[in-house]
Each structure stands twice: as structure tokens, then as C-alpha cells.
């Protein structure tokens, strides 16, 4: 209750050995954000995003009628950062 909105930001292929420590971020999340989804990563971040959004489907939202989303974005490209 101390933000409006808990934002999980992560980097393509972030890696196995943290998937238990990143399960408790995770289940906190409004929205995840896969960074650096350009150039060489791009399919990479792509591929992490689609992992979340399906791992996510397991998890309760923490939010009353709020569905967490992710999301894909890149400051190189300006591609999902306003």
C-alpha cells in the first residue's frame, strides 16, 4: 500500500539461478518490463516477455481487478518508454 504501482524491471535472459528470489518480486508486480529489447536482444526480451505474461497466469494479481502486464522497451529506440 505504499505505491500505486509496483513496477518490476528486468533484462532479456535474466537467468535461472535468481528464479527463486525474482518469484517473490515477481508475484508483487503490476507491470514487468523486459529493458533492453533491441538490436541483438530484441528477440531475446521478446521471448522473456512471453515467459512472464505465461508465468503470470499461474499467479494471483495482488491487485483486486488489476491483471499485471508486461511489456517489452528499449531507450535505444524509444520503443515503450513515454
Excluded: C
Aim: net charge negative.
Amino acid at each position: 500500500d505504499m505505491v500505486d504501482m509496483f513496477i518490476v524491471l528486468l533484462l532479456p535472459a535474466g537467468g535461472d539461478d535468481l528464479q527463486g528470489i525474482k518469484r517473490g518480486v515477481i508475484e508483487l508486480a503490476d507491470l514487468i518490463v523486459v529493458n533492453k529489447a533491441d538490436g541483438d536482444l530484441l528477440a531475446t526480451a521478446k521471448r522473456s516477455a512471453s515467459d512472464y505474461q505465461h508465468a503470470l497466469r499461474m499467479l494471483r494479481s495482488p491487485t483486486a481487478g488489476w491483471t499485471p502486464e508486461v511489456t517489452t522497451a528499449s531507450a535505444m529506440t524509444g520503443v515503450g518508454v513515454a
